[in-house]
Nanobody, 126 residues
Framework: QVQLVESGGGLVQAGGSLRLSCTTSGFNFGAAPMAWFRQAPGQEREGIASISWGSSNIFYSDSVKGRFTISRDNAKNSLFLQLNSLKPEDTAMYYC???????????????????WGQGTQVIVSS
């Protein structure tokens, strides 16, 4: 049974930081292309960061580049997202995701995702 479980969300003031975690099971995490997406109310799900199995290829959307950092620990089957310099517009539900192929890493498309987590809420107050 495939599981992706996010944690670490919460309420933070603008300019603050959070660290999101995603623990996984049920698939070969060490070989998997992984990503973080987010979805604000009334908006489409947005791909914001992706990482290859060995962390050699990392991609960010323009909206988070320079502020967010994606990382992984294959020994612990875990994916992370460090969120710094948070803005009110970063308020969203954040989702951990596994892509079907490493070829999709730079595309940030929800349609390329094979498995989703249930999400963790991030709220940034001004």
């Amino acid at each position: 049974q495939v599981q992706l479980v996010e944690s670490g969300g919460g309420l933070v003031q603008a300019g603050g930081s959070l660290r999101l975690s995603c623990t996984t099971s049920g698939f070969n995490f060490g070989a998997a292309p992984m990503a973080w997406f987010r979805q604000a109310p009334g908006q489409e799900r947005e791909g914001i960061a992706s990482i290859s199995w060995g962390s050699s290829n990392i991609f960010y959307s323009d909206s988070v580049k320079g502020r967010f950092t994606i990382s992984r620990d294959n020994a612990k089957n875990s994916l992370f997202l460090q969120l710094n310099s948070l803005k009110p517009e970063d308020t969203a539900m954040y989702y951990c995701a596994k892509y079907t192929s490493h070829g999709f890493l730079s595309h940030h498309r929800a349609s390329d995702v094979e498995f989703w987590g249930q999400g963790t809420q991030v709220i940034v107050s001004s």
